[in-house]
């Protein structure tokens, strides 16, 4: 489990959507997005388009928005069910 046994319990009283919101989509989307954005600017720009004509493009930020959101999304999800299945196993006198 990647919480406390304390702090996992507050987590779990607030829900999954809290959790996917916070934990995911802004503690780990949001970085992911960033990072990918960076690679975009040498990966992704177009021939010849400067890097403000990149970042004022309305696809470029469509995939931002679809990055942090699909990845953290995912990732909340990843980790709200290992911390549950941790939580379990805790309870029930596992390690």
Partial sequence: ????????????????ARFL???GILIMGGP?????QI???FLLREEGQSIGEYFTATRTWVTFLLHGTLFGLI????????NEKAFAAS?????
């Fill in 32 to 36: 992911f997005a960033v990072v990918m």
């Fill in 75 to 82: 990732m909340g999800f990843v980790n709200w069910y290992r």
């Fill in 91 to 95: 309870e029930n006198g596992g390690t």
């Fill in 39 to 41: 690679l975009g600017i």
């Fill in 21 to 23: 919101v916070i934990d």
């Fill in 1 to 16: 489990m990647s919480f406390t046994k304390e702090i996992w319990e507050e987590k779990r009283k607030r829900g999954i």
